[in-house]
Protein backbone atom coordinates (compact mmCIF):
# COMPACT_ATOMS: atom_id res chain seq x y z
CA UNK A 1 0.00 0.00 0.00
CA UNK A 2 2.81 2.39 0.97
CA UNK A 3 4.74 1.17 -2.26
CA UNK A 4 1.24 2.13 -4.29
CA UNK A 5 1.10 5.92 -2.65
CA UNK A 6 4.75 6.85 -3.02
CA UNK A 7 4.32 5.45 -7.07
CA UNK A 8 1.08 7.52 -7.45
CA UNK A 9 2.93 10.21 -5.87
CA UNK A 10 5.99 9.75 -8.22
CA UNK A 11 3.55 10.31 -11.35
CA UNK A 12 2.10 12.75 -10.29
CA UNK A 13 4.60 14.76 -10.19
CA UNK A 14 6.36 13.56 -13.23
CA UNK A 15 2.86 14.90 -14.87
CA UNK A 16 3.49 18.50 -12.80
CA UNK A 17 7.13 18.37 -14.08
CA UNK A 18 6.52 17.51 -18.24
CA UNK A 19 2.93 18.68 -18.14
CA UNK A 20 2.82 22.32 -16.25
CA UNK A 21 0.63 25.29 -17.57
CA UNK A 22 -0.54 22.86 -20.28
CA UNK A 23 2.91 22.51 -21.63
CA UNK A 24 4.37 19.14 -22.39
CA UNK A 25 8.04 18.56 -22.42
CA UNK A 26 9.65 17.15 -25.92
CA UNK A 27 13.11 16.87 -23.99
CA UNK A 28 13.89 14.31 -20.66
CA UNK A 29 16.65 15.97 -20.09
CA UNK A 30 18.95 12.59 -20.49
CA UNK A 31 18.33 10.43 -23.74
CA UNK A 32 17.12 11.90 -27.22
CA UNK A 33 13.91 9.66 -26.95
CA UNK A 34 11.01 11.31 -29.12
CA UNK A 35 13.62 12.17 -31.73
CA UNK A 36 15.34 11.25 -34.71
CA UNK A 37 18.30 12.39 -36.89
CA UNK A 38 17.46 13.08 -40.46
CA UNK A 39 19.35 13.56 -43.46
CA UNK A 40 22.70 14.90 -42.55
CA UNK A 41 25.80 13.50 -40.24
CA UNK A 42 25.83 16.52 -38.02
CA UNK A 43 26.00 15.46 -34.39
CA UNK A 44 23.66 15.76 -31.60
CA UNK A 45 24.06 14.68 -27.83
CA UNK A 46 22.56 15.59 -24.69
CA UNK A 47 24.90 17.67 -22.32
CA UNK A 48 23.85 18.62 -18.62
CA UNK A 49 19.90 18.46 -19.61
CA UNK A 50 20.12 20.54 -23.03
CA UNK A 51 21.05 19.60 -26.69
CA UNK A 52 23.62 19.94 -28.26
CA UNK A 53 24.13 20.05 -32.16
CA UNK A 54 27.89 20.09 -33.82
CA UNK A 55 28.30 20.89 -37.30
CA UNK A 56 30.74 18.16 -39.26
CA UNK A 57 32.43 19.07 -42.49
CA UNK A 58 30.92 17.73 -45.63
CA UNK A 59 27.66 16.86 -44.24
CA UNK A 60 24.38 19.07 -45.68
CA UNK A 61 22.13 20.02 -42.84
CA UNK A 62 21.22 18.06 -40.53
CA UNK A 63 18.02 17.74 -38.36
CA UNK A 64 16.83 15.98 -35.27
CA UNK A 65 12.98 15.69 -35.43
CA UNK A 66 10.26 14.66 -33.54
CA UNK A 67 8.90 11.47 -34.33
CA UNK A 68 5.54 12.92 -34.01
CA UNK A 69 3.84 15.34 -36.15
CA UNK A 70 1.99 18.66 -34.91
CA UNK A 71 -0.67 20.75 -35.84
CA UNK A 72 -1.65 23.61 -33.93
CA UNK A 73 0.58 24.29 -30.93
CA UNK A 74 2.74 26.85 -29.02
CA UNK A 75 6.46 25.84 -28.78
CA UNK A 76 8.57 27.40 -26.16
CA UNK A 77 12.70 26.71 -26.15
CA UNK A 78 15.70 28.47 -25.42
CA UNK A 79 18.78 28.37 -27.66
CA UNK A 80 22.50 29.25 -27.66
CA UNK A 81 24.64 30.06 -30.43
CA UNK A 82 27.96 30.76 -29.16
CA UNK A 83 29.91 31.50 -32.71
CA UNK A 84 28.54 34.79 -34.65
CA UNK A 85 29.34 32.84 -38.13
CA UNK A 86 27.09 29.94 -37.57
CA UNK A 87 23.93 29.61 -37.73
CA UNK A 88 21.07 27.15 -36.89
CA UNK A 89 17.17 26.98 -36.61
CA UNK A 90 14.22 25.04 -35.66
CA UNK A 91 11.85 23.48 -38.17
CA UNK A 92 8.12 23.36 -37.83
CA UNK A 93 5.13 21.96 -39.59
CA UNK A 94 7.90 20.07 -41.60
CA UNK A 95 8.44 17.08 -43.51
CA UNK A 96 10.93 14.68 -45.24
CA UNK A 97 11.32 13.60 -48.90
CA UNK A 98 13.65 10.54 -48.91
CA UNK A 99 13.52 10.64 -52.65
CA UNK A 100 14.63 14.46 -53.10
CA UNK A 101 18.12 15.15 -54.30
CA UNK A 102 20.01 17.56 -52.74
CA UNK A 103 23.18 18.25 -54.13
CA UNK A 104 25.21 14.86 -54.24
CA UNK A 105 23.52 13.60 -50.86
CA UNK A 106 19.48 12.18 -51.10
CA UNK A 107 16.93 12.43 -49.09
CA UNK A 108 15.79 16.55 -47.52
CA UNK A 109 14.01 17.92 -45.11
CA UNK A 110 11.17 21.03 -46.02
CA UNK A 111 8.79 23.36 -43.97
CA UNK A 112 8.73 26.25 -42.42
CA UNK A 113 11.88 27.42 -40.21
CA UNK A 114 12.56 29.69 -37.64
CA UNK A 115 15.87 31.11 -37.45
CA UNK A 116 18.92 31.08 -35.38
CA UNK A 117 21.21 33.96 -37.00
CA UNK A 118 24.10 34.60 -35.01
CA UNK A 119 26.15 36.60 -37.57
CA UNK A 120 25.84 40.76 -38.40
CA UNK A 121 22.49 40.18 -40.38
CA UNK A 122 20.60 39.28 -37.43
CA UNK A 123 17.47 37.85 -38.93
CA UNK A 124 17.44 35.76 -35.88
CA UNK A 125 13.15 34.94 -35.46
CA UNK A 126 12.57 35.02 -38.78
CA UNK A 127 10.48 32.76 -40.82
CA UNK A 128 12.22 30.64 -44.08
CA UNK A 129 10.88 27.89 -45.64
CA UNK A 130 13.60 25.29 -46.30
CA UNK A 131 14.02 23.72 -49.69
CA UNK A 132 11.38 25.55 -50.78
CA UNK A 133 10.68 29.17 -51.08
CA UNK A 134 13.14 31.05 -49.10
CA UNK A 135 12.54 33.32 -46.92
CA UNK A 136 9.18 34.22 -46.16
CA UNK A 137 9.77 36.40 -43.34
CA UNK A 138 13.07 38.00 -42.92
CA UNK A 139 13.60 40.60 -39.83
CA UNK A 140 13.74 43.20 -42.51
CA UNK A 141 9.93 43.90 -41.53
CA UNK A 142 10.53 44.38 -38.46
CA UNK A 143 13.86 46.14 -37.54
CA UNK A 144 12.45 46.10 -33.63
CA UNK A 145 13.52 42.88 -33.53
CA UNK A 146 17.25 42.52 -35.03
CA UNK A 147 18.97 43.07 -31.61
CA UNK A 148 16.77 40.65 -29.89
CA UNK A 149 18.95 37.37 -30.03
CA UNK A 150 21.92 37.68 -27.53
CA UNK A 151 25.04 35.51 -29.10
CA UNK A 152 26.68 33.52 -26.53
CA UNK A 153 23.92 33.61 -24.25
CA UNK A 154 20.31 31.84 -24.29
CA UNK A 155 17.84 32.87 -25.86
CA UNK A 156 13.86 32.34 -25.57
CA UNK A 157 11.73 31.62 -28.35
CA UNK A 158 8.52 30.98 -28.04
CA UNK A 159 6.64 29.91 -31.50
CA UNK A 160 2.79 30.11 -31.89
CA UNK A 161 0.76 28.00 -35.16
CA UNK A 162 -2.26 28.56 -35.18
CA UNK A 163 -4.73 27.78 -38.40
CA UNK A 164 -2.68 29.44 -41.22
CA UNK A 165 -1.09 31.88 -38.44
CA UNK A 166 2.62 31.42 -37.09
CA UNK A 167 4.14 33.86 -35.05
CA UNK A 168 7.35 34.15 -33.19
CA UNK A 169 8.72 36.03 -30.48
CA UNK A 170 12.49 36.06 -28.66
CA UNK A 171 13.11 36.89 -25.60
CA UNK A 172 9.35 37.63 -25.13
CA UNK A 173 9.41 40.35 -27.49
CA UNK A 174 7.86 40.08 -30.83
CA UNK A 175 9.18 39.14 -34.52
CA UNK A 176 7.42 37.60 -36.93
CA UNK A 177 4.06 37.61 -38.19
CA UNK A 178 3.45 34.99 -41.15
CA UNK A 179 -0.17 34.33 -42.28
CA UNK A 180 0.53 30.94 -45.15
CA UNK A 181 -1.40 27.80 -46.02
CA UNK A 182 1.51 25.14 -47.43
CA UNK A 183 1.54 22.97 -44.23
CA UNK A 184 -1.34 22.93 -41.85
CA UNK A 185 1.19 19.65 -39.59
CA UNK A 186 4.23 18.33 -39.70
CA UNK A 187 7.60 17.70 -37.37
CA UNK A 188 9.54 19.84 -35.15
CA UNK A 189 13.23 19.50 -35.71
CA UNK A 190 16.08 21.36 -34.94
CA UNK A 191 18.81 22.23 -37.32
CA UNK A 192 23.10 21.65 -37.37
CA UNK A 193 23.79 23.83 -40.79
CA UNK A 194 26.12 22.56 -43.25
CA UNK A 195 29.17 24.20 -43.02
CA UNK A 196 31.24 24.83 -46.32
CA UNK A 197 34.61 25.93 -44.46
CA UNK A 198 36.46 22.80 -42.60
CA UNK A 199 37.30 25.21 -39.84
CA UNK A 200 33.62 25.98 -38.88
CA UNK A 201 33.17 22.17 -38.36
CA UNK A 202 32.77 21.41 -34.49
CA UNK A 203 30.68 24.56 -33.47
CA UNK A 204 28.27 23.88 -31.49
CA UNK A 205 24.51 25.16 -30.47
CA UNK A 206 22.00 24.64 -27.58
CA UNK A 207 18.83 23.97 -26.95
CA UNK A 208 17.04 23.20 -23.82
CA UNK A 209 13.58 23.38 -21.89
CA UNK A 210 11.97 22.35 -25.26
CA UNK A 211 8.21 22.51 -24.38
CA UNK A 212 4.48 22.33 -26.22
CA UNK A 213 1.30 23.37 -25.76
CA UNK A 214 -1.20 21.72 -28.30
CA UNK A 215 -4.66 22.66 -26.63
CA UNK A 216 -6.74 25.57 -24.94
CA UNK A 217 -5.04 27.52 -27.53
CA UNK A 218 -5.54 31.13 -27.71
CA UNK A 219 -3.71 33.74 -30.01
CA UNK A 220 -1.42 36.27 -28.81
CA UNK A 221 -2.13 39.82 -29.92
CA UNK A 222 0.51 41.43 -32.02
CA UNK A 223 1.67 45.27 -31.92
CA UNK A 224 0.05 46.50 -34.94
CA UNK A 225 3.21 48.42 -36.55
CA UNK A 226 4.87 45.19 -36.65
CA UNK A 227 3.93 44.13 -40.87
CA UNK A 228 2.25 41.07 -41.93
CA UNK A 229 3.09 38.72 -44.06
CA UNK A 230 0.12 37.05 -45.74
CA UNK A 231 0.99 34.78 -48.66
CA UNK A 232 -2.61 33.60 -49.65
CA UNK A 233 -3.73 35.35 -52.63
CA UNK A 234 -6.33 38.34 -52.47
CA UNK A 235 -6.89 37.27 -48.82
CA UNK A 236 -7.28 40.12 -46.06
CA UNK A 237 -7.18 38.67 -42.89
CA UNK A 238 -8.63 40.36 -39.83
CA UNK A 239 -5.39 41.71 -37.97
CA UNK A 240 -4.25 43.44 -41.80
CA UNK A 241 -8.13 44.83 -41.98
CA UNK A 242 -7.54 46.33 -38.02
CA UNK A 243 -4.70 48.34 -39.16
CA UNK A 244 -6.17 49.86 -41.63
CA UNK A 245 -5.04 47.64 -44.79
CA UNK A 246 -7.59 47.22 -48.05
CA UNK A 247 -7.65 45.01 -51.00
CA UNK A 248 -7.25 46.83 -54.15
CA UNK A 249 -8.01 43.50 -56.59
CA UNK A 250 -10.95 41.22 -55.16
CA UNK A 251 -9.78 38.48 -57.65
CA UNK A 252 -12.39 38.42 -59.18
CA UNK A 253 -13.46 41.72 -60.74
CA UNK A 254 -11.53 45.20 -62.36
CA UNK A 255 -14.16 47.08 -59.69
CA UNK A 256 -11.42 50.04 -58.43
CA UNK A 257 -9.52 50.09 -61.67
CA UNK A 258 -10.31 51.27 -65.04
CA UNK A 259 -8.22 52.20 -67.73
CA UNK A 260 -5.72 55.22 -67.91
CA UNK A 261 -7.46 57.04 -70.46
CA UNK A 262 -10.66 55.37 -70.77
CA UNK A 263 -13.97 55.58 -68.09
CA UNK A 264 -14.45 51.82 -67.31
CA UNK A 265 -11.70 49.27 -67.55
CA UNK A 266 -10.07 47.97 -71.17
CA UNK A 267 -12.37 45.26 -73.03
CA UNK A 268 -9.22 43.53 -74.43
CA UNK A 269 -5.67 43.61 -73.49
CA UNK A 270 -6.30 42.34 -69.61
CA UNK A 271 -7.66 39.02 -68.29
CA UNK A 272 -8.93 38.28 -64.73
CA UNK A 273 -8.65 34.74 -63.94
CA UNK A 274 -7.56 32.75 -61.35
CA UNK A 275 -7.53 35.07 -58.91
CA UNK A 276 -5.08 37.18 -61.48
CA UNK A 277 -5.30 40.17 -63.18
CA UNK A 278 -3.04 39.77 -66.03
CA UNK A 279 -1.99 42.16 -68.84
CA UNK A 280 -1.85 40.14 -72.22
CA UNK A 281 1.45 39.79 -74.56
CA UNK A 282 1.07 42.26 -77.54
CA UNK A 283 4.46 41.94 -79.28
CA UNK A 284 6.03 44.05 -76.67
CA UNK A 285 4.36 47.12 -77.99
CA UNK A 286 3.78 49.71 -75.22
CA UNK A 287 0.37 50.96 -74.31
CA UNK A 288 -0.90 49.95 -77.50
CA UNK A 289 -3.54 46.74 -76.72
CA UNK A 290 -5.46 47.19 -73.55
CA UNK A 291 -3.63 50.05 -72.57
CA UNK A 292 -2.70 50.98 -68.72
CA UNK A 293 -5.05 50.49 -65.85
CA UNK A 294 -5.18 52.82 -62.95
CA UNK A 295 -7.00 52.91 -59.47
CA UNK A 296 -10.44 55.20 -59.48
CA UNK A 297 -8.95 56.62 -56.48
CA UNK A 298 -5.82 58.86 -55.80
CA UNK A 299 -3.69 58.64 -52.82
CA UNK A 300 -0.99 60.57 -50.97
CA UNK A 301 0.84 58.59 -48.45
CA UNK A 302 0.43 55.32 -48.20
CA UNK A 303 2.09 51.58 -47.71
CA UNK A 304 1.40 49.67 -50.98
CA UNK A 305 2.09 46.31 -51.52
CA UNK A 306 1.20 43.73 -54.68
CA UNK A 307 2.75 40.13 -55.77
CA UNK A 308 3.94 39.95 -59.35
CA UNK A 309 4.72 36.93 -61.70
CA UNK A 310 6.89 37.41 -65.21
CA UNK A 311 6.66 35.75 -67.95
CA UNK A 312 10.65 35.39 -69.82
CA UNK A 313 11.69 38.24 -71.01
CA UNK A 314 8.38 40.71 -69.90
CA UNK A 315 8.70 44.21 -68.92
CA UNK A 316 5.50 46.00 -66.83
CA UNK A 317 5.80 48.47 -64.19
CA UNK A 318 3.87 49.92 -60.95
CA UNK A 319 3.57 53.83 -61.46
CA UNK A 320 2.65 56.02 -58.35
CA UNK A 321 1.51 59.66 -57.93
CA UNK A 322 -0.07 59.19 -61.45
CA UNK A 323 -2.26 62.35 -62.12
CA UNK A 324 -3.02 61.84 -66.04
CA UNK A 325 -2.05 65.28 -66.94
CA UNK A 326 0.96 64.77 -68.49
CA UNK A 327 0.76 64.38 -72.54
CA UNK A 328 2.00 61.11 -72.98
CA UNK A 329 2.15 59.15 -76.66
CA UNK A 330 1.88 55.59 -75.16
CA UNK A 331 1.90 55.04 -71.00
CA UNK A 332 0.65 57.45 -68.80
CA UNK A 333 3.60 59.46 -66.63
CA UNK A 334 4.39 59.03 -63.20
CA UNK A 335 7.62 57.28 -60.61
CA UNK A 336 7.79 53.60 -61.47
CA UNK A 337 8.20 50.35 -59.79
CA UNK A 338 10.11 48.98 -62.35
CA UNK A 339 8.95 45.03 -63.36
CA UNK A 340 11.19 43.78 -65.46
CA UNK A 341 12.99 40.28 -66.52
CA UNK A 342 16.50 41.35 -66.04
CA UNK A 343 18.38 38.53 -67.61
CA UNK A 344 16.25 38.47 -70.75
CA UNK A 345 14.79 42.24 -71.64
CA UNK A 346 17.21 44.83 -73.17
CA UNK A 347 15.52 47.27 -70.82
CA UNK A 348 18.02 45.92 -67.99
CA UNK A 349 21.10 47.39 -69.78
CA UNK A 350 19.57 51.03 -70.69
CA UNK A 351 19.71 53.91 -68.57
CA UNK A 352 22.54 54.47 -66.06
CA UNK A 353 24.28 51.95 -63.43
CA UNK A 354 21.13 49.84 -63.55
CA UNK A 355 18.21 52.03 -62.98
CA UNK A 356 16.03 50.35 -65.25
CA UNK A 357 15.89 46.75 -63.39
CA UNK A 358 13.52 45.40 -61.37
CA UNK A 359 12.61 47.16 -58.23
CA UNK A 360 14.28 50.22 -59.43
CA UNK A 361 12.98 53.97 -59.34
CA UNK A 362 12.81 53.75 -63.56
CA UNK A 363 15.15 56.29 -64.97
CA UNK A 364 16.44 57.13 -61.48
CA UNK A 365 17.46 55.15 -58.88
CA UNK A 366 18.93 51.87 -59.37
CA UNK A 367 17.64 49.09 -56.88
CA UNK A 368 20.34 47.16 -54.65
CA UNK A 369 19.25 44.04 -54.83
CA UNK A 370 20.38 40.53 -54.66
CA UNK A 371 19.60 37.65 -56.87
CA UNK A 372 19.27 34.96 -53.76
CA UNK A 373 16.18 36.96 -52.67
CA UNK A 374 14.35 37.01 -56.32
CA UNK A 375 12.16 34.64 -57.62
CA UNK A 376 12.70 33.55 -61.29
CA UNK A 377 10.01 34.44 -64.17
CA UNK A 378 7.18 32.10 -63.80
CA UNK A 379 7.26 32.56 -59.90
CA UNK A 380 5.91 35.04 -57.77
CA UNK A 381 7.72 37.77 -56.35
CA UNK A 382 5.95 41.07 -54.04
CA UNK A 383 6.57 44.03 -54.28
CA UNK A 384 6.08 46.98 -51.92
CA UNK A 385 6.00 50.72 -51.58
CA UNK A 386 6.13 53.07 -49.16
CA UNK A 387 5.54 56.57 -49.16
CA UNK A 388 5.54 58.58 -45.76
CA UNK A 389 3.55 61.65 -45.07
CA UNK A 390 7.14 63.24 -45.18
CA UNK A 391 7.73 62.89 -48.43
CA UNK A 392 10.67 59.60 -47.61
CA UNK A 393 10.12 56.93 -50.11
CA UNK A 394 11.06 53.21 -50.21
CA UNK A 395 10.96 50.19 -52.71
CA UNK A 396 10.57 46.63 -51.71
CA UNK A 397 11.59 43.48 -53.14
CA UNK A 398 10.07 39.88 -51.48
CA UNK A 399 10.41 41.70 -48.04
CA UNK A 400 13.89 43.49 -48.45
CA UNK A 401 14.79 47.30 -48.88
CA UNK A 402 15.93 47.78 -52.47
CA UNK A 403 16.28 52.16 -52.47
CA UNK A 404 15.32 54.94 -50.94
CA UNK A 405 14.91 58.31 -51.70
CA UNK A 406 12.96 61.63 -50.31
CA UNK A 407 10.29 63.14 -53.00
CA UNK A 408 10.55 66.40 -54.07
CA UNK A 409 14.47 67.64 -52.51
CA UNK A 410 16.97 68.29 -54.22
CA UNK A 411 18.71 65.16 -54.88
CA UNK A 412 15.46 63.70 -56.42
CA UNK A 413 15.46 67.42 -59.01
CA UNK A 414 18.73 66.09 -60.08
CA UNK A 415 18.09 62.98 -60.70
CA UNK A 416 14.97 63.74 -62.73
CA UNK A 417 16.70 66.79 -64.35
CA UNK A 418 18.54 64.13 -66.23
CA UNK A 419 16.28 61.42 -66.81
CA UNK A 420 13.68 61.22 -69.48
CA UNK A 421 11.17 63.08 -67.12
CA UNK A 422 13.19 66.25 -67.35
CA UNK A 423 10.43 67.56 -69.86
CA UNK A 424 7.43 67.27 -67.24
CA UNK A 425 7.68 70.30 -64.94
CA UNK A 426 7.55 69.40 -61.07
CA UNK A 427 7.42 65.19 -62.07
CA UNK A 428 6.52 63.26 -59.78
CA UNK A 429 5.93 66.13 -56.95
CA UNK A 430 1.77 65.96 -57.13
CA UNK A 431 0.02 65.69 -53.79
CA UNK A 432 -1.69 62.57 -54.71
CA UNK A 433 -2.10 60.38 -58.19
CA UNK A 434 -3.84 57.15 -58.81
CA UNK A 435 -1.49 53.83 -58.92
CA UNK A 436 -0.93 52.33 -62.08
CA UNK A 437 -0.49 49.02 -63.29
CA UNK A 438 1.64 49.20 -67.34
CA UNK A 439 0.69 47.53 -70.05
CA UNK A 440 3.79 47.76 -71.73
CA UNK A 441 3.34 44.70 -74.24
CA UNK A 442 4.20 41.89 -72.65
CA UNK A 443 2.00 39.17 -70.37
CA UNK A 444 2.70 39.95 -66.70
CA UNK A 445 0.24 39.17 -63.66
CA UNK A 446 -0.73 40.70 -60.52
CA UNK A 447 -2.23 39.59 -57.15
CA UNK A 448 -2.83 40.36 -53.77
CA UNK A 449 -2.76 44.00 -54.41
CA UNK A 450 -3.49 46.05 -51.09
CA UNK A 451 -2.79 49.44 -49.75
CA UNK A 452 -2.39 50.81 -46.86
CA UNK A 453 -3.27 54.57 -46.03
CA UNK A 454 -0.57 56.55 -43.99
CA UNK A 455 -1.53 59.95 -41.79
Not at 87 to 116: L, W
Not at 312 to 336: C, H, Q, R, W
Request: aromatic share 12%.
Amino acid sequence: MKYSALLLFSLLLSTFCFSQNGFTSLLDGKTLNGWKRIVGSGNYTVENGMIAGTTVAGSPNTFLATEKEYGDFILEFDAKVDDTASNSGVQIRSHYNANEINGSNKGRVYGYQVEEDASSRAWSGGIYEEARRGWLYPVTLNPSAKNLFKTGDWNHYTIECIGNTIKTWINNKPVAYLIDDAAAKGFIALQVHAVSNASMAGKKMYWKNIKIKTTGLTPTAFPKEVFIVNTIPNNLSKDEAGDGWKLLFDGKTSNGWRGAFKKGFPDHGWKIDNGMITVLKSHGEQGKNGGDIVTLNEYSAFDFTFQFKLTPGANSGVKYFVTLDEKSDSSAIGLEYQVLDDKLHPDAKLGRNGNRTLSSLYDMIPANKSGRYFNEPGKWNWGRIIVYPNNHVEHWLNGIKVLEYERGSKAFKDLVAISKYKIWENFGEAKQGHILLQDHGDEVSYRSIKIRELQ
